[in-house]
């Protein structure tokens, strides 16, 4: 899909920008992120119908932009212990509360100290106890 992006070339007189052309092309700065960014909010202030060029172009604008955020601004993936800690702390759940379905005190206590590995049984139950992402646990 990049290099779809890279070669298309799309053109748009662009009233918000002082009817100057707007030429979409795969980000490389700061600067052009921030142009495009501006941009999209003014065509979102616009409340276009959805059958124009405008739209088009916003869609591919937004495109665009999400692949400059996810290769510059990704988001790390959560410690799976402090997932678990935080999620249980929001649930009012303590350690002794996992006891019947995890194990004794102890070994709970060893998990979420990371004495002792996160197994993929423990991932699995803790994606369905607390509903913390698959991903998040495994990472």
């Known amino acids: 899909m ?7 070339k799309l053109t748009l007189k662009a009233s918000s ?22 941009w999209v909010d003014e065509l979102f202030d616009k ?10 172009m916003l869609q591919v604008a937004l495109l665009l932009i999400k692949q400059y955020e996810d290769a510059d601004y990704s988001i790390p993936m959560p410690d799976p212990i402090e997932a678990i800690k935080t999620k249980m702390k929001d649930a009012g759940l303590r350690n002794k509360d996992l006891v019947v379905k995890v ?5 709970i206590s060893s998990i979420l100290s990371g004495r002792k590995p996160l197994t993929l049984e423990l991932a699995k139950f803790f994606h369905r106890e607390l509903n913390i992402l698959a991903e998040v646990s495994l990472s």
């Open 103 to 107: 194990g004794s005190k102890g070994y």
């Open 2 to 8: 990049a290099h779809i992006l890279n070669t298309t």
């Open 47 to 56: 409340q276009l119908s959805p059958d124009t060029k405008e739209v088009e």
């Open 17 to 38: 920008l002082k009817e100057d052309n707007m030429e979409l092309k795969v980000i490389k700065s700061e600067e052009q992120y921030q142009e495009y960014f501006n």
